[in-house]
């Protein structure tokens, strides 16, 4: 059953006040055990999207897209788990397509940050009805690789040059929108900048136009696995951009259609609540 916390009225403010909310104990040991062996297994088969972003013998930032595409677990993790119910309550959706999974794992003793960014320049999505839920495997501190937002920045209405998360470099052949993601982290007073400590089972739920990033991993031998899973609903439009690293085979829609079922995997409803089984 998904969190009881993830359908608060508190955690659906939160979400659309700060663009960001953390849901605790969202997943089971059943669901996170299920997801451990299926990361290990990710990270000894990269697909063509993964990415190494830390140098040789310093540690391991890796990141990966669309394993359930190979891998049974994660396929059973998307369609079957809490999250889209989870995804669906937070972004108020009657319908949900999954338009992309991201797996980003740094192994302790990895002095490389996620840097500042938001993920709406990095698809083919506009703002509205479009996020991410951030399901990490390990407790995350601040010296392990904790997240950490610019709560309210979804709200600046601004679509900034999307880089390198690994390195914050400005990403080859991408359109530039408003400019680089300003420093937040030069003058973190000037921004409502909070970051979240969690345990293993809570998760964060964000919207695509918040800025986030994520701390390098510090430690001598903690790791710091983590899904992101990004939804769009029904309130989510078709807006082609320059710079996809992760598009379907298909893009074929006009700008500004809704997604259709072609496109993307629908994920929710679930395909077994016709029969009235519980989500
Ligand atoms: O896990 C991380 O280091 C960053 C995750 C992230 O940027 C995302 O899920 O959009």
């Given at each position: 059953?998904p969190?009881?916390?993830?359908?608060t009225?508190?955690?659906?403010?939160?979400?659309?006040?700060?663009?960001?909310?953390?849901?605790?104990?969202?997943f089971?040991?059943?669901?996170?055990g299920?997801?451990?062996?299926?990361?290990?297994?990710a990270?000894?088969?990269?697909?063509?999207?993964?990415?190494?972003?830390?140098?040789?013998?310093?540690?391991?930032?890796?990141?990966d897209?669309?394993?359930?595409?190979?891998?049974?677990?994660?396929r059973?993790?998307?369609?079957?788990?809490p999250?889209?119910?989870?995804?669906?309550?937070?972004?108020?959706?009657?319908?949900?397509?999954?338009?992309?999974?991201?797996?980003?794992?740094?192994?302790?003793?990895?002095?490389?940050?996620?840097?500042?960014?938001?993920d709406l320049?990095?698809?083919d999505?506009?703002?509205?009805?479009?996020?991410?839920?951030?399901?990490?495997?390990?407790?995350?501190?601040?010296?392990s690789?904790?997240?950490?937002f610019?709560?309210?920045?979804?709200r600046?209405?601004?679509v900034f040059?999307?880089?390198?998360?690994?390195?914050?470099?400005?990403a080859?052949?991408?359109?530039?929108?408003d400019?680089?993601?300003?420093?937040?982290?030069?003058?973190?007073?000037?921004?409502?900048v909070?970051?979240?400590e969690?345990?293993?089972?809570?998760?964060?739920?964000?919207q695509?136009?918040?800025?986030h990033?994520?701390?390098?991993?510090?430690?001598a031998?903690?790791r710091r696995?983590a899904?992101?899973l990004?939804?769009?609903?029904?309130?989510?439009?078709?807006?082609?951009?320059?710079?996809v690293?992760?598009?379907?085979?298909?893009?074929d829609?006009a700008?500004?259609?809704?997604?259709g079922d072609?496109?993307?995997?629908v994920?929710?409803?679930?395909?077994?609540?016709a029969?009235?089984?519980?989500v």
């Amino acid at each position: 059953m998904p969190s009881a916390a993830a359908t608060t009225g508190d955690a659906i403010a939160a979400f659309e006040r700060d663009g960001v909310a953390l849901v605790r104990r969202a997943f089971t040991d059943r669901w996170l055990g299920m997801l451990d062996e299926a990361v290990d297994a990710a990270l000894a088969t990269p697909g063509p999207l993964s990415r190494e972003y830390a140098p040789e013998g310093r540690g391991r930032f890796f990141t990966d897209h669309h394993m359930s595409r190979n891998s049974e677990s994660f396929r059973q993790f998307i369609e079957e788990s809490p999250a889209a119910a989870i995804a669906a309550a937070l972004l108020r959706a009657s319908r949900l397509w999954l338009v992309d999974e991201h797996l980003l794992v740094k192994e302790p003793g990895t002095d490389v940050p996620t840097h500042w960014h938001h993920d709406l320049p990095y698809y083919d999505i506009s703002r509205d009805g479009f996020a991410s839920l951030w399901i990490p495997l390990d407790a995350v501190t601040a010296t392990s690789g904790a997240m950490k937002f610019a709560k309210g920045s979804h709200r600046w209405n601004k679509v900034f040059t999307p880089i390198r998360i690994g390195t914050g470099l400005e990403a080859e052949g991408a359109d530039r929108f408003d400019g680089p993601a300003p420093d937040i982290d030069a003058s973190p007073g000037d921004y409502d900048v909070e970051t979240f400590e969690m345990n293993r089972g809570d998760a964060l739920f964000f919207q695509a136009g918040t800025l986030h990033a994520a701390e390098p991993n510090r430690t001598a031998a903690t790791r710091r696995r983590a899904l992101s899973l990004r939804y769009a609903s029904e309130a989510a439009r078709w807006q082609p951009r320059t710079y996809v690293p992760s598009r379907p085979s298909k893009p074929d829609l006009a700008p500004g259609s809704v997604l259709g079922d072609n496109l993307y995997p629908v994920v929710w409803p679930r395909r077994d609540a016709a029969q009235g089984d519980e989500v």
